[in-house]
């Protein structure tokens, strides 16, 4: 792990996030259980999704602001790090059934639910989302009481982000607007469509850099700080997806392109055209750097992280 | 509420739960999210499926283990009984679904997917799991650092019941029998049968109890007996449940008898007859009284509990 301190060059970004990737996926298979503490079935299936290739955008926010505030404390978030990418990865997962966005191919392999079925992909993604709290309320081991009032705290921002006010709420109001909810469709304008983002993927992004924040003990104008960062970075992922659906290399994307714009779901290049919407990306990118600025976060990874968010091309 | 001391009679047995119910349920209406802080939609699912005249089981443990440790401490408890509510509808919920046991009807009603879709339904179960979280590490409010520590405890405890290791793990077991999980079939004998029900349905019940003796501030010995205790009482549950779908009445059951026996379900009844399942539940009893009287608990309302759970008719 680099010091927060460090001279911040793209060589320096490319390092952290390469070393601090191999990190959290070694910590992830070691928190996964296995057998004989759980069906063979069931373990497979949560390692065949949590590796399964994704570029741990949230993990890397939370070691990232971490550091930002005490590089002293970075082993204290790597559990909630690996904690949120299981959120993250049971969320894929229910997204990717039949019943919600139907996909088949995720990251250029079959979904979960095409290799095992419906019913133990709902079921991995159901364990995977148990397992994120319990590995939250068990790690870092401590005595301290000011670290079990700060993971109680992390608890609460992650639980609220992935529920009903959240990433659930998000995706209900996606499906409403796909037409997937019986006597419940609704037709969304633009501010209902960022509303449904800043839910659906915002939310869960924010309390990724909060979550890290929180944990390295951070006081409260830098956790605001760091969430206004993350809210522009989250909707910046948002908006950059959608563009690169349009316009992005399948084999690099490993989904089928042109998939939202035959489905007919909003999009921010169908609501504002490819220009404006990347003009919008470039507005978020620099109201993030801004919001690290104006809190004195002038020399951690998380502008270059933001900078990578718009920059990346899968 | 009733004291822990009071001579427990049937009446007092009654009492007890007809005013745990209500306050329980007064209090899941007040920790459910509510628009505008989530969308409408999952609000209203979430409702509609725990709100569905459930029998209240685990939240009268969790209550009833918390009195029997320390009167005084029922309030922290009271939380803790409504997030496991919300823990066991969430997995209805799924269990309901086409993809797993496909039921159309709970408690009389329409399931939950019948009358939202598939895609609302995962999402109002994923919803209520997020939500027992948050509400775990929110309440009851403390800056009591012993509270805290019982609080993460709980947590911990209540996850692995839900996750893989838990009911999670004993639901893909259940698939595998039924033949749900293309290419990982199982055959269950009477062990792998009892195995799967202590993950399914055991597991979660044991939490109900272990973690309101938790939050009252049981000592370990006191943990244990009650921990065995609950063992005794999810099997007797089961083993009744399974008794009860081949000779129950559909009117008070609230959904179709004899269920199980078409769809080839291996169950108590398929497996030992009748009359040994019986007995099975009485062993069950026994067996949970006297983890009780080993530990001193004799005057509480648990042992109330494991009377109802085998003489019960619904």
Same mark, same amino acid.
């Given at each position: ?10 060589? $320096? ?11 959290? %996926? ?11 503490? @759980? ?33 002293? /404390? ?7 790090? @690996? ?5 993250? $990865?049971?969320?894929?997962? /229910? %997204? =990717?059934?039949?019943?919600? =966005? %139907? ?9 979960? /639910? ?36 700060? &993971? ?7 639980? =609220? ?22 006597? /419940? ?70 989904? $089928?392109?042109?998939? =939202?714009?035959?489905?007919? &779901?909003? $999009? ?47």
């Amino acid at each position: 792990m680099l010091n927060a301190v460090d001279v911040v060059t793209a060589d $320096t970004l490319a390092a952290f996030l390469e070393r601090a990737r191999a990190q959290v %996926d070694e910590q992830l298979e070691r928190y996964l259980p296995s057998p004989p503490a @759980c069906p063979a079935i069931i373990a497979e299936a949560m390692r065949y999704s949590v590796f399964a290739g994704g570029k741990r955008l949230r993990p890397m926010l939370t070691l990232a602001a971490a550091a930002a505030v005490d590089e002293s /404390h970075r082993d204290r978030a790597l559990p909630v790090a @690996c904690a949120i990418e299981l959120i993250h $990865t049971y969320s894929l997962i /229910h %997204d =990717d059934l039949p019943a919600m =966005d %139907d996909d088949t191919l995720r990251r250029g392999r079959p979904t979960l /639910h095409v290799v095992y079925g419906d019913g133990i992909a709902i079921l991995a993604g159901d364990g995977l989302h148990a397992e994120a709290f319990t590995l939250l309320a068990r790690e870092p081991v401590s005595d301290d009481a000011g670290v079990n009032r700060r &993971k109680l705290r992390v608890i609460r921002t992650v639980g =609220d982000a992935a529920g009903a006010a959240g990433m659930v709420g998000g995706q209900a109001i996606d499906l409403q607007a796909a037409g997937q909810a019986p006597g /419940h469709a609704v037709t969304l304008d633009a501010d209902a469509v960022r509303h449904m983002h800043a839910l659906k993927t915002g939310a869960l992004i924010r309390a990724s850099a909060v979550s890290g924040a929180i944990m390295a003990g951070a006081d409260e104008t830098t956790i605001a700080a760091i969430d206004a960062y993350a809210g522009d970075v989250g909707l910046a992922f948002q908006i950059v997806d959608d563009i690169l659906d349009v316009e992005g290399d399948p084999a690099s994307l490993g989904k $089928t392109a042109g998939k =939202d714009a035959a489905s007919a &779901k909003p $999009t921010y290049p169908a609501l504002f055209g490819l220009d404006r919407s990347r003009t919008l990306a470039a507005d978020c990118l620099r109201r993030a750097h801004a919001a690290l600025e104006t809190a004195g976060i002038t020399k951690s990874l998380l502008g270059g992280i933001a900078d990578w968010v718009v920059a990346r091309k899968s």
